[in-house]
């Protein structure tokens, strides 16, 4: 969907490093989501936030965190203590929760 | 927490067929049941969805099935054409999980030409 876009497309990480994910919507979506996929296997979540200034942990929380200071903006930081970050990482929103989701073209990341 | 089990993870057919996938879900309270379709190296785009009011539903070549009692739901998609090679991911939500979706592991549909 035009309305959600991620940035960089592809990202390197070194040891030690801590890399953040852009998540951008102009859809007017109250809530925004952070989900991880690793080849073959299907989408876990790491992060939600169904309103500004307010986020929960998903299932694979740890290692990562969020902020959601703008309605339009949720960005994801994978931090050093990942130790398994290499991953597609696609972001997604939608109206309210429980409505359809709308995802952007993802981010893939490598560990250099 | 819910878990969405979907199979099979891989599927062949050839062109003009019909193809089925089937997931189960755990949650009894779970109400709503999307399916996304992604294709390589793409984002997850939603096909069809369901919510747990109705039976089924329908949209052009693509149907989705729910069977809230033995908590199970389907993707049907009849005359199957090569541009329907993808992977096809269920999802249910529920109440229960502050309405966040659960996915299953996806199926691999392949159509041959």
């Known amino acids: 969907d035009g309305g959600i876009t991620q940035s960089p497309k592809y990202l390197f990480r070194k040891e030690g490093q801590n890399v953040t994910l852009s998540c951008e919507q102009n859809?007017?979506?109250?809530?925004m989501y952070w989900y991880r996929q690793d080849p073959g296997q299907g989408l876990r979540l790491i992060y939600y936030?169904?309103?500004?200034?307010?986020?929960q942990k998903g299932d694979i929380a740890e290692g990562y965190s969020v902020s959601r200071e703008k309605k339009e903006s949720f960005p994801l930081t994978v931090t050093s203590a990942q130790k398994n970050p290499t991953a597609f990482y696609l972001c997604?929103?939608?109206?309210?929760?429980?409505?359809?989701?709308?995802f952007g073209d993802g981010t893939r990341l490598s560990i250099l | 927490g819910e878990n969405v089990e979907q199979h099979p993870s891989t599927l062949s057919v050839q062109e003009g067929d019909s193809a089925v996938i089937k997931c189960t879900y755990s949650?009894?309270?779970?109400?709503?049941f999307p399916w996304y379709k992604q294709e390589l190296g793409k984002r997850p785009q939603l096909i069809i969805d369901?919510?747990?009011?109705?039976g089924e539903k329908k949209d052009q070549r693509i149907a989705v099935t729910l069977n809230k009692t033995a908590k199970h739901f389907s993707l049907h998609i009849t005359e199957t054409q090569p541009e329907d090679s993808a992977v096809y991911f269920c999802?249910?939500?529920?109440?229960?999980?502050?309405?966040?979706?659960?996915f299953g592991g996806g199926t691999r549909l392949m159509v041959k030409p």
């Open positions: 997604a929103s939608s109206r309210l929760s429980n409505q359809p989701q709308h």
């Open positions: 859809l007017n979506h109250d809530a």
């Open positions: 936030s169904q309103i500004v200034n307010d986020f």
């Open positions: 949650d009894s309270a779970s109400n709503y």
């Open positions: 369901i919510r747990s009011n109705v």
């Open positions: 999802a249910a939500s529920s109440n229960n999980a502050g309405n966040m979706l659960t």
